[in-house]
């Protein structure tokens, strides 16, 4: 079993950053693919980023492409999502998860984290 927590979550003015973390226990994720999801407030839960095992693919949805980077540090079982630029349309629980392979689908996640609250105020 994988265990995952996100931190690093807050309130922040739009225009602002804020960098999260995602730290597995329980068992290695180095050899997982990970991602970020994230879902506002009556909205359904949408893809924002992911990373292969190795880090040496990612992938974004276009409404985060050139905003946030998401990166990986396999020695520290932890995957980061540095959030740049952040708009008020950012603000929503943020959940990392982990895949046996690079996806933008949720269902093909199989361990997921309880979430972080991000708020970008305008």
């Known amino acids: 079993q994988v265990q995952l927590v996100e931190s690093g979550g807050g309130l922040v003015q739009a225009g602002g950053s804020l960098r999260l973390s995602c730290t597995a226990s329980?068992?290695?994720?180095?050899?997982?693919?990970m991602g970020w999801f994230r879902q506002a407030p009556g909205k359904e839960r949408e893809f924002a980023a992911a990373i292969s095992w190795s880090g040496g693919s990612t992938y974004y949805a276009n409404s985060v492409k050139g905003r946030f980077t998401i990166s990986r540090d396999n020695a520290k079982n932890t995957v980061y999502l540095q959030m740049n630029s952040l708009k008020s349309e950012d603000t929503a629980v943020y959940y990392c998860?982990?895949?046996?392979?690079?996806?933008?689908?949720?269902?093909?996640?199989?361990?997921w984290g309880q979430g972080t609250q991000v708020t970008v105020s305008s």
């Open positions: 329980g068992r290695t994720v180095s050899n997982y693919a």
């Open positions: 998860a982990a895949a046996v392979f690079i996806s933008s689908v949720g269902d093909e996640y199989r361990y």
